[in-house]
C-alpha cells in the first residue's frame, strides 16, 4: 500500500531530537561533573559530554561516564524524562504515517436522481482506488441549518461485506416503504438554501483492519437527473479489465418524459 510520509514533520522531529541531545550536551559539559567510572575520574570534555548526552537520550547508560553531583543528576533525570516522552510519541507518529490508508476513497461531483427500469433513485456511486475494505456502511444523512446547528431530518444506510472498486448506494424513491426519505428530500428542497445531504462510508482497510470514514457534503444544487451509469468496471470473460476511472463522473442523460416524472414525485 502507498502512502507519504510528511517529510517537514520528519524534519522537525530530527531537529528537536539533535537539539535536545546537543542542549544536555552542552549543559553536562557546563557543569563539569560528569567524569569517567575509572581510577582516574577525568572530568568529560565537550564532546564526551555529548556522547553522554547521546546515551542518556537513549536511555542506554554504558557505565563509562558518571554525574557526581545533584545537578548533574537532575539533568539526567531531565532528559531521560524528555526521552521517554519524544521518543513513542515520534516513532507513534511514523508508524501512523507508514500505514494509515491514503485518501483513496472517491465520491462523484454529484449526486442523481435516477430514473431507471421504471423506479426513481436517489443515487451515488463511491468509487475506491485502494485495498478493498470489509464491513462496510455507507450512509445518505438528510441535513439541514438552524440556529446555526447542524440537525438530521432522516439518515439512511446500507452495507456491503467487501468494496473493491465501485459502489451504487441507493434509496428507491417510489417504493412506498421508503416514503420517509421522500418526504426528507422534499423537506430539503422546500429549504434548499439551508439543506444538504452528507454522503459518507464507514469501513475497515482489509489489510491492516485500520478504520477508515470519509465523507462529503452536497447542497441541494449539486443534486442532478440521470438515468444509466457509465461503467467504470468492465470484465473480459471472467477477467477484470483496469478501472475506467475517467467514466466515474459520468451517467447517462433522461428525456423530458423521465424528468416529469421526477418532478412529478417530489412535487
Known amino acids: 500500500m502507498k502512502t507519504r510520509i510528511n517529510i517537514k514533520t520528519i524534519k522537525i522531529g530530527l531537529i528537536i531530537y539533535i537539539g535536545l541531545v546537543l542542549l544536555f550536551g552542552l549543559l553536562f559539559w557546563l557543569t563539569g561533573d560528569i567524569k569517567t567510572n575509572d581510577s582516574s575520574k577525568t572530568v568529560a570534555g565537550f564532546f564526551d559530554s555529548i556522547y553522554f548526552s547521546i546515551i542518556t537520550f537513549a536511555t542506554i547508560g554504558?557505565?563509562?561516564?558518571?554525574?557526581?553531583?545533584?545537578?548533574?543528576?537532575?539533568?539526567?533525570?531531565?532528559?531521560?524524562?524528555?526521552?521517554?516522552?519524544?521518543?513513542?510519541?515520534?516513532?507513534?507518529?511514523?508508524?501512523y504515517e507508514l500505514f494509515k490508508r491514503p485518501k483513496n476513497i472517491l465520491f462523484p461531483d454529484k449526486i442523481y436522481i435516477r430514473h431507471i427500469n421504471n423506479n426513481i433513485v436517489l443515487s451515488t456511486r463511491i468509487g475506491n482506488q485502494g485495498n478493498p475494505t470489509t464491513?462496510?456502511?455507507?450512509?445518505?444523512?438528510?441535513?439541514?441549518?438552524?440556529?446555526?446547528?447542524?440537525?438530521?431530518?432522516?439518515?439512511y444506510s446500507q452495507d456491503t461485506p467487501i468494496f473493491e472498486i465501485s459502489w451504487f448506494v441507493e434509496i428507491f424513491l417510489n417504493d412506498a416503504k421508503n416514503k420517509k426519505y421522500l418526504e426528507a428530500l422534499k423537506f430539503l428542497y422546500q429549504n434548499k438554501d439551508t439543506s444538504f445531504i452528507r454522503v459518507?462510508?464507514?469501513?475497515?482497510?482489509?489489510?491492516?483492519?485500520?478504520?477508515?470514514?470519509?465523507?462529503?457534503?452536497?447542497?441541494?444544487?449539486?443534486?442532478?437527473?440521470g438515468g444509466a451509469y457509465i461503467s467504470?468496471?468492465?470484465?473480459?470473460?471472467?477477467?477484470?479489465?483496469?478501472?475506467?476511472?475517467?467514466?466515474?463522473?459520468?451517467?447517462?442523460?433522461?428525456?423530458?418524459?423521465?424528468?416529469?416524472?421526477?418532478?412529478?414525485?417530489?412535487l
Not at 557505565?63 to 515520534?90: C, M, R
Request: glycine share 4%.
Open 200 to 225: 459518507s462510508l464507514s469501513a475497515n482497510d482489509i489489510d491492516t483492519g485500520q478504520p477508515v470514514y470519509f465523507f462529503k457534503d452536497y447542497s441541494m444544487n449539486e443534486i442532478d437527473y
Open 135 to 155: 464491513l462496510n456502511v455507507a450512509t445518505f444523512e438528510f441535513c439541514y441549518i438552524r440556529r446555526e446547528t447542524r440537525w438530521t431530518k432522516e439518515q
Open 62 to 95: 554504558y557505565g563509562d561516564f558518571v554525574p557526581t553531583s545533584t545537578i548533574s543528576k537532575s539533568l539526567i533525570f531531565l532528559e531521560t524524562t524528555s526521552a521517554v516522552l519524544f521518543t513513542p510519541a515520534f516513532g507513534g507518529y511514523l508508524f
Open 232 to 266: 467504470v468496471v468492465e470484465y473480459e470473460g471472467i477477467k477484470k479489465k483496469p478501472a475506467k476511472w475517467d467514466n466515474f463522473n459520468k451517467i447517462a442523460k433522461l428525456n423530458q418524459e423521465q424528468i416529469k416524472e421526477i418532478e412529478t414525485l417530489l
